[in-house]
């Protein structure tokens, strides 16, 4: 839920918010309406250039890695996207998809449209270049998209966007691989987990170390039931060694921007660009329309 909402906020104020204001202002129509409008706008765009340039930064200044070769932790990856294991269908035009977002919109008297319902998928899907695999959980991320489809029938209106198979994806994020090869595991460890689990069992640990059947196990007794522990603890971990990588990219630990796209690196970068130098020239003109007005009587 804060998740969804601090999104939605982000693309509030990087896409535009400060055009509701300057409507605001204009039905207002009045001195101190204009005064609190436009400094709603100076803030409202202070916000929104910082956040832009955040996310120029974060994108701009990570370099491209490998999937094959990627370091643990934050990565930036390009590759081709393939479905996950069970294949996702698009809610509104039931269409084959990696991800999708809808929004159902209604006409009311005022000629006004009314959100009834909106929401997202979930599922996971598979980024693929040349050397991997890697498993995107597109559940926190921010997603732009090119895939956009929307219509009108009677008085509600339709809206979805959409990740499509063997579209070209970027992804900012955090990297993080899961397998024999990074296990974090010891031997101490594992030994320490089988002897848990035993001592659960009391009557079953007392049966097979037990020699003397007295009901406790002595120092003997317990050296044996530890020496077995080991042989299981070994057999454990060559298991553990043998469990092929699975890597994954998701929302970074934290907090740093988690960002998905079927644009261009190149159109992303611009995209942003544009909206810095926009909100920056609104924060001005902002200002400087405050200041006129302030000194108006």
Known sequence: MLTTLRREYTQLITSGGQLLLLLVGLKLGSHTGWLWCLGSMAVVS???????????????????SRIGSA???????????????SPLISKLRVLPCLWYRWKVE?????????????????????????S???????????IVTKHRDEWIDGNH???????????????????????GSNTTLTQDDLVKQVLSEWKMDNADLLKRFDLDNNGVLDM????????AAKREA?????????????????????????LISNLDQDKLEL??????????VILFGSLISLAWLVRQP
């Open 46 to 64: 202070l916000f929104a250039w910082y956040s832009t340039l955040y996310r120029l930064r974060a994108i701009s200044g990570t370099p491209t």
């Open 71 to 85: 370091a643990q932790g934050y990565v930036e990856l390009i590759g081709r996207g393939k479905p996950g294991p």
């Open 106 to 130: 209604e006409r009311n008297a005022k000629n006004q449209w009314t959100t009834l319902d909106k929401g997202e998928s979930s599922d996971y899907f598979v980024l693929r270049d040349d």
């Open 132 to 142: 991997g695999d890697c498993v995107v959980d597109p559940g926190q991320a921010e």
């Open 157 to 179: 209106r339709y809206t979805e966007w959409k990740l499509i198979q063997d579209d070209y994806i970027y992804v900012i994020g955090e990297f993080k691989t899961v397998g």
């Open 220 to 227: 003997r007794e317990w050296a044996l039931a530890r020496s």
């Open 234 to 258: 070994e057999k454990r971990m060559n298991e553990a060694l043998a469990d092929p990588d699975v890597n994954f990219i998701l929302k970074p630990r934290d907090g740093r921007l988690f």
């Open 271 to 280: 995209r942003y660009k544009l909206w810095a130098w926009a909100h920056i």
